[in-house]
């Protein structure tokens, strides 16, 4: 079987990812420092706790295990802490991705499957995003993502890294048959919230800012379900094991929605009402996040199927009553 090294596999998108793997015939090693992932999402594959600034034990890692390929989710992703400390983002999301490149490299794995962000393309005015729109990150979450989309490159002129690089834009919903799902701690993400609010586990969902240049005044993301998403990187990764180029793909549904509309959706799908207040902007918002490109669905075969905002909130509204990890 083709060993797959998944960083952040006990994370949301990565432990998504290690179910997707195993199910298509690969055997995926969730590595992850646990720092934010629980040891309760592995469950389709062998674990290793490392934290990816310890270079010694990546190559014992690689050593042991010797994965054909990396998918690399491993990373801080909160968009407002990054602006309050921007050197934690570097630090983790830059000096993690250098040391776990080098190892790859030192290994002779060099096949490598990116998890990078629309973040990288900041505040380009309601335009539609393809893969060659230019990357100006508001915020240091995208730029430390970007800086890592820049090492790849020149890990690939230098010493001939293949990489895909996947640009997500708003991940949500979880596995539809409720074994894993999105918990982080803390969490900021908008359909989590908004589920804790609409249970009464938090008193109401904080709107941030409603005086944004869209119809309703509320921010737009484009949200794809998360089992489309990692659907995605078995094809990223078969496209490398076919020999194909290093290649960018964005994964979006070229459809947006507004905070505002997210709230009336779930408020319909969950039969409940949601409790909400007005609040400040956060800092390192764009107004619109849209992907305009569909380079993933004719190159990669891929299709969104699951990206419904109703079944995204379904699925997520599912594992939120009945999921959440305790370790
Ligand atoms: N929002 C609220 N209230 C909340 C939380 C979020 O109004 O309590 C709003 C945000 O302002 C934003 C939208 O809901 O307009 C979505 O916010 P999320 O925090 O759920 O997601 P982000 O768009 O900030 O960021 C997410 C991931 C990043 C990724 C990015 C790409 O966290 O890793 O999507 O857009 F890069």
Redesign the pocket.
């Known amino acids: 079987m083709t060993t797959i090294l998944v960083t952040g596999g006990a994370g949301y998108i990565g432990s998504h990812a290690c179910k997707i793997l195993a199910r298509a015939g690969y055997t995926p090693v969730a590595v992850d420092d646990l720092s934010l992932g629980w040891r309760d999402a592995v469950q389709f594959g062998p674990f290793e706790q490392a934290d990816l600034l310890n270079r010694n034990l990546l190559d014992r890692i690689f050593a042991k295990h010797k994965p054909a390929a990396v998918m690399h989710f491993a990373a801080l992703?909160?968009?407002g802490e990054s602006m309050r400390d921007p050197g934690r983002y570097w630090r983790v999301n830059v000096g993690g991705s250098l040391n776990l490149i080098e190892a790859a490299v030192a290994a002779d794995c060099k096949r490598f499957v990116f998890s990078s962000?629309?973040?990288t393309y900041g505040e380009q005015d309601g335009v539609m995003l393809d893969e060659n729109s230019e990357q100006h990150p508001i915020n240091a979450?995208?730029a430390s993502k970007r800086a890592v989309e820049a090492m790849l490159e020149n890990f690939g002129t230098v010493h001939g890294l293949k990489s895909v690089i996947f640009r997500?834009?708003?991940v949500a919903g979880a596995s539809p048959d409720g074994d894993i799902g999105e918990h982080h701690r803390p969490e900021?993400?908008?359909?989590p919230?908004m589920l804790d609010a609409i249970d009464g586990k938090r008193p109401a969902?904080?709107?941030?800012?409603d005086d944004y240049d869209t119809p309703d005044g509320?921010?737009i993301?484009d949200y794809v379900h998360v089992m489309d998403l990692v659907e995605a990187h078995v094809r990223g990764l078969k496209w490398l094991q076919d020999g194909k180029d290093s290649r960018v793909f964005n994964l979006g549904t070229g459809k947006g929605f507004s905070?505002k509309q997210v709230v009336e959706y779930s408020a319909i799908v969950t039969n409940r009402h949601v409790p909400i207040n007005k609040g400040p902007r956060?800092p390192g918002?764009a107004t619109a996040?849209i992907s305009g490109s569909t380079r993933a669905e004719i190159e990669l075969g891929w299709r969104p199927v699951n990206s419904t905002l109703e079944t995204m909130i379904k699925d997520a509204w599912r594992w939120h009553q009945t999921g959440q990890y305790t370790q």
């Not at 900021?188 to 359909?191: E, S």
């Open positions: 992703s909160d968009v962000t629309c973040a979450y995208g997500y834009f708003n900021t993400h908008l359909i919230l969902l904080t709107i941030f800012g509320t921010c993301r905070v956060r918002d996040l």
